[in-house]
């Protein structure tokens, strides 16, 4: 049993008999601080939300779930999805903008949780108990960085262990079928169409068929005609269901478009043409994600008056919708009309003090209004409940600077660091602080995690 949280796990039992689900845990927070700081995951407060959303909605209706699930994404456009150690479950965003359905997206997500409920990493682990556990240890951040993004994995790993990075990270076609069979299961009854899967994979398969390279989904998920038709006639077997996606899910797949593909010039253009085709096809169906998406591309283009007329319509048509709120908390600091971001944000702040989107916007604007010290309350509240969270801790830095308090601007930094696995940057960010304190308490305590942070440096680089 691990008793301090810092502490992490002989990676020696990687190779053994059992590996325990504390250590799994540490292992996988290790992980993902990793690819925190390669610089690939998505701080998007609004896509992380729905992500983490749509995990816990098909989550509960796993077993074997021993730990609490985190869902995150990448942003990249390669179409890929991975899992890892401790209910880690990374999506790109390529894989969600190019979901047809909210069902198929669920449907990956599903099979995702499949492979980590099986333990599937895990076994896989046990398997290659012939190679030193010193081998597979150093092997196991290059195998998710694979998973990743695949190109970049293969060109860190040098020939000679290519055989012992694909026997870590490939599953074997015994725990891809059982990861579709549960898989399945998991997204029917969480109330997804069951058809999805086979339909998205199929659709995999016909774009392999045309390109010379496979989707990245592929190389990490080998797949077959076989496995499609033998989901289809599971998929015959569950309660039909509607293919009906939610209003989140086409928002946020079209946020991804005008904020993170393309560019803004070409996405106006997109946005506009598909919103006159739209109506001239059903003025009655909605088409609230292609004025978001409009918005998202304007702003993108500093053209705010024009994002603001139409974000002011959506709020006004669903004034609770979170992801309206945010970007017209965006517009109003950027056209410096901070009393009404103010107004926007601090009843729902009151409200929703742990909500991602809400507070950090909130604090944002009290930031920009140069409200420092209004905004570091704000956060300080947010980070003893969060405090993984690296927007946090970056706009609390920002606000102590702000602030002229330089030894909590670094202690701030310092604990950013440490969630992209920077040790050396956070403990040298924590000396700096050092030098600033004045009283032998507050020394000691930043002594201490100096100690705690050299520590997991240490253990890190034996991995």
């Keep these: 049993m691990l008793n301090n949280k810092n502490t992490l796990p002989d990676i020696g039992v990687v190779g053994a008999d059992t590996l325990s689900i504390d250590e799994e845990l540490a292992i996988g927070q290790v992980i993902y601080s990793q690819l925190r700081g390669q610089g690939g995951v998505l701080y998007d407060p609004v896509v992380q939300e729905y992500i983490q959303a749509l995990g816990n909605k098909l989550v509960i209706h796993a077993d074997n779930t021993k730990y609490p699930f985190t869902f995150f994404v990448i942003n990249n456009q390669a179409l890929n999805a991975f899992a890892f150690y401790g209910g880690h479950v990374g999506t790109h965003t390529g894989l969600i903008y190019r979901a047809e359905t909210e069902s198929e997206l669920a449907s990956v997500l599903a099979h995702e949780i499949a492979h980590v409920t099986q333990r599937h990493i895990v076994r896989?682990?046990?398997?290659?108990?012939?190679?030193?556990?010193?081998?597979?240890?150093?092997?196991?951040?290059?195998?998710?960085?694979?998973?990743?993004?695949p190109q970049a994995g293969i060109a860190a790993i040098s020939a000679g262990n290519a055989g012992a990075m694909q026997n870590q990270i490939n599953y074997t076609r015994t725990f891809e079928k059982e990861a579709d069979r549960i898989g399945l299961r998991i997204l029917s009854e969480a109330g997804f169409n069951p058809f999805s899967a086979a339909d998205f994979f199929g659709r995999l398969l016909e774009s392999k068929r045309w390109s010379s390279q496979a989707p990245a989904f592929l190389q990490t998920h080998p797949l077959s005609l076989n496995r499609v038709a033998e989901a289809r006639n599971r998929a015959e077997n569950m309660p039909k269901v509607q293919n009906i996606s939610s209003e989140m899910f086409r928002l946020v797949k079209a946020r991804i478009q005008a904020r993170y593909f393309y560019t803004a010039k070409h996405n106006i253009s997109d946005f506009t043409q598909r919103l006159k085709a739209h109506h001239n096809i059903n003025k009655n169906a909605p088409d609230s994600h292609?004025?978001?998406?409009?918005?998202?591309?304007?702003?993108?283009?500093?053209?705010?008056?024009?994002a603001l007329s139409l974000l002011q319509q959506l709020h006004r048509d669903d004034n609770e919708n979170l992801a309206y709120i945010d970007a017209l908390a965006d517009v109003y600091i950027a056209l410096n009309k901070f009393e009404n971001a103010n107004d926007l944000l601090k009843p729902l702040a009151q409200k929703q003090p742990n909500n991602a989107i809400v507070t950090l916007n909130y604090a944002n604007v009290l930031y920009k209004a140069g409200q420092h010290v209004q905004a570091i309350e704000v956060l300080k509240d947010y980070l003893m409940i969060n405090p993984d969270s690296v927007l946090g801790h970056q706009l609390i830095s920002d606000a102590y600077a702000a602030s002229q308090q330089p030894m909590q601007m670094h202690q701030a930094n310092a604990e950013f660091y440490q969630l992209l696995s920077i040790h050396q940057k956070a403990i040298d960010e924590l000396q700096f602080a050092y030098n600033y304190a004045e009283n032998y308490l507050t020394k000691q305590r930043i002594r201490a995690r100096i100690n705690q942070l050299r520590e997991k440096q240490l253990q890190m680089s034996q991995m």
């Design 124 to 149: 896989r682990s046990q398997a290659a108990e012939r190679s030193s556990p010193l081998q597979i240890a150093s092997l196991i951040g290059g195998a998710i960085l694979m998973m990743a993004s």
């Design 290 to 306: 292609l004025v978001y998406g409009l918005a998202i591309a304007l702003m993108r283009d500093n053209q705010f008056n024009q």
